[in-house]
């Protein structure tokens, strides 16, 4: 019985190990958990564009916009914003790319619709800093520098050859 006492302090080191091993295997899953949460998640990307087309004598202009979920993981959109030069961020209103319950975007999946705009709104979209996609969480997706760029100097373009042909 003298020995007693020796064996609950080895039962008590070892219990306090695997208690030790325990913790620090969740806390390094918790921490790869929050890491693939962050990189697995819905990303969209935006690219405007805009068409011309004729019939007749009268000109019709489409703006055009696709988006593509570019993340691992499913992700709803619920709105496009632009931001002008001067103004604050305009969301686009219904008439416009709104979707009334969101488009849910799978991994990879794309979506592409287009509206037809008037000359008038050409111009005020020659103006345009920025372009948004706005998710259910209310994330704001940044349209890329490089097609921003693209999209806008199309929008001149195109404006440039109507005072050209006037």
């Known amino acids: 019985m003298g020995n007693s006492g020796g064996g609950t302090a080895v039962i008590a080191l070892i219990a306090l190990v695997i208690a030790g091993y325990a913790a620090i295997i969740s806390t390094g899953t918790l921490i790869w958990n929050i890491i693939l949460g962050r990189r697995d998640k819905g990303k969209f990307r935006i690219i405007l564009s805009v068409n011309k087309s004729s019939i007749g004598k009268r000109n019709i202009y489409s703006l055009v916009l696709n988006i593509s979920n570019i993340g691992r993981r499913p992700a709803l959109l619920t709105h496009i914003s632009i931001k002008y030069k001067r103004y604050k961020l305009r969301r686009v209103e219904p008439g416009g790319f709104a979707f009334e319950n ?3 975007l799978e991994e990879s999946e794309s979506y592409t619709c287009a509206n037809e705009i008037t000359y008038e709104s050409l111009n005020v979209l020659s103006r345009a800093k920025s ?8 994330k704001k997706w940044k ?17 440039e050859a109507e005072k050209n042909d006037s």
């Open 143 to 159: 349209m890329e520098y490089i097609d921003f760029e693209n999209f806008v100097s199309g929008v001149k373009t195109i404006l």
């Open 131 to 138: 372009v948004y996609a706005i998710d259910a969480n209310g």
């Open 102 to 104: 969101g488009k849910r």
